[in-house]
């Protein structure tokens, strides 16, 4: 089995504020993935990575950006926080393509914009 | 525009009694169907899912219905039970190739009473 690694579990900051959130995974899956859950509006994919240093956006990427630094990690920007950017954000992995793909996720990280 | 519809957004059931939870989708080329069950405080887990040659699909007290024909899908929890709480979430893709993108309804908040 692996795990997925979410840091921090709580990010405060600021508004106008450069945050990033980190993800790690040790299954060693090539795909990694953002979403965004919002109360009541389901997973929104953010960013995803097929592989080391790969970068495809999602539904929901503008004003974020993405970095796969290496295969077990992958991190995300929140560019300049807003208010309404309060959300919980969920780092996803899974082996790649093919069949049906299971994706494992990590516990989210909740951010609070002030 | 939705791609994947949950209803109802919230269900109520004694312990004991069937949960019936429903999908439908829009795009036709949808052709894997899992539903990831979520717990508070934790990221989503698969629990069942079913690819569209198949008309049903059993694990234990967890069932999918698909109809192809309608794209709508169900999924029933018979002999509910008060630690199946939770938020279920359906979600749609193309399985294969080069489409990483899976895409999840809004979800069905869960409460069995005990």
Redesign the interface.
């Known amino acids: 089995g692996g795990i ?1 690694t979410q840091t921090p579990k709580f990010l405060i900051g600021q508004e106008g504020q450069k945050l990033t959130l980190k993800c790690q995974q040790n299954f060693n899956h090539d ?1 990694m ?1 953002w ?1 965004r859950q919002d109360s ?6 953010i960013y ?1 990575s ?1 592989t080391e240093n790969d970068l ?1 956006k ?1 539904d929901l990427s503008e004003g974020y950006d993405a970095s796969r630094e290496k295969k077990s990690s992958f991190s995300l920007t929140v560019t300049s926080a807003q208010k309404n950017e309060m959300a919980v954000f ?1 780092c ?1 992995s ?1 082996v790649g ?12 990280s909740r951010l609070i914009v002030v | 525009q939705q791609q994947v519809r949950q209803s109802p957004q919230s269900l109520t059931v004694w312990e004991g009694e069937t949960a019936i939870l429903n999908c439908s989708y829009e795009d036709s080329t949808f052709n894997y169907f899992p539903w990831y069950q979520q717990f508070p405080g934790e990221g989503p887990a698969l629990l069942i899912s079913i690819r569209s040659v198949s008309d049903k699909k059993e694990d234990g007290r967890f069932t999918i219905f698909f109809n192809k024909r309608e794209k709508k899908l169900s999924l029933h929890i018979t002999d509910s039970q008060p630690g199946d709480s939770a938020t279920y979430f359906c979600a749609a893709r193309i399985s294969g190739g080069s489409n990483y993108k899976l895409t999840f309804g809004k979800g069905t908040l869960l409460t069995v009473t005990p």
């Open positions: 997925i795909t993935y979403y009541g509006k389901g997973l929104r994919l995803y097929i495809q999602g969920l996803a899974s393509t093919g069949g049906g793909n299971t994706l494992y996720f990590g516990e989210g």
